[in-house]
Antibody
Framework: EVQLVESGGGLVQPGGSLRLSCAAS????????MHWVRQSPGKGLEWVSG????????GYAESVKGRFTISRDNGKNSLYMQMNSLRVEDTAFYYC?????????????????WGQGTLVTVSS | QSVLTQPPSASGTPGQRVTISCSGS????????VYWYQQLPGTAPKLLVY???QRPSGVPDRFSGSKSGTSASLAIGGLRSEDEADYYC???????????FGGGTKLTV
């Protein structure tokens, strides 16, 4: 059974940094692309970033480009998101999601498993 | 506002059929597959329909997806109280070079 467990969320001041982690199990982690998707409380879903199976291809939403950095460690079955220069509007639940294929940009594949999310609150 | 347009709400009575629309453009729905997710309160999204009209195993055939041009639809037949949830469409967008979601539709039964 696929399991994705996010951690690292919390309260941070505007301009601060946070590092999210996602521990994966139940599947061959290095065979699949991974994503971060966020959801502000009471709002809709927003794709944040994706990374290919080998880390060689990466993409970001315009709203986080230059501030967030996605990475993965296939040896540790883990996905990460380094979040810098945080803004109030970054407040959201951050979900780790598994892609059903190798490349995060493959439209023939999709988000087939999700974690339960970790809450990031940016406030002074 | 979202790149993909969904009605913010929809409603129906038990047993009825309801349809939720998702409107986009040639850079997203017009070119790529559409996927639908169901999000029950307080839980993570769950895949309902993939590649426009395919259902994962375990999803009842009451749920069906379709796509025409730059729009897609999710139909839910034989409504049940447990169908009360938020529903989201998503696809790849060429112009934004990223995944885009609809704003979500809150279904009330």
């Amino acid at each position: 059974e696929v399991q994705l467990v996010e951690s690292g969320g919390g309260l941070v001041q505007p301009g601060g940094s946070l590092r999210l982690s996602c521990a994966a199990s139940g599947f061959s982690f290095d065979d699949f692309a991974m994503h971060w998707v966020r959801q502000s409380p009471g709002k809709g879903l927003e794709w944040v970033s994706g990374i290919s199976f080998n880390g060689g291809s990466i993409g970001y939403a315009e709203s986080v480009k230059g501030r967030f950095t996605i990475s993965r460690d296939n040896g540790k079955n883990s996905l990460y998101m380094q979040m810098n220069s945080l803004r109030v509007e970054d407040t959201a639940f951050y979900y780790c999601a598994k892609h059903s294929g190798e490349w995060y940009s493959s439209s023939a594949d999709f988000f087939d498993s999700w974690g339960q999310g970790t809450l990031v609150t940016v406030s002074s | 506002q979202s790149v993909l347009t969904q009605p913010p709400s929809a409603s129906g009575t038990p047993g009825q059929r309801v349809t939720i629309s998702c409107s986009g453009s040639t850079s997203n729905i017009g070119t790529y597959y559409v996927y639908w997710y169901q999000q029950l309160p307080g839980t993570a999204p769950k895949l309902l329909v993939y590649r426009n009209n395919q259902r994962p195993s375990g999803v009842p055939d009451r749920f069906s997806g379709s796509k025409s041009g730059t729009s897609a639809s999710l139909a839910i037949g034989g409504l049940r109280s447990e169908d009360e949830a938020d529903y989201y469409c998503t696809t790849w967008d060429d112009s934004l070079t990223g995944w885009v979601f609809g704003g979500g539709t809150k279904l009330t039964v």
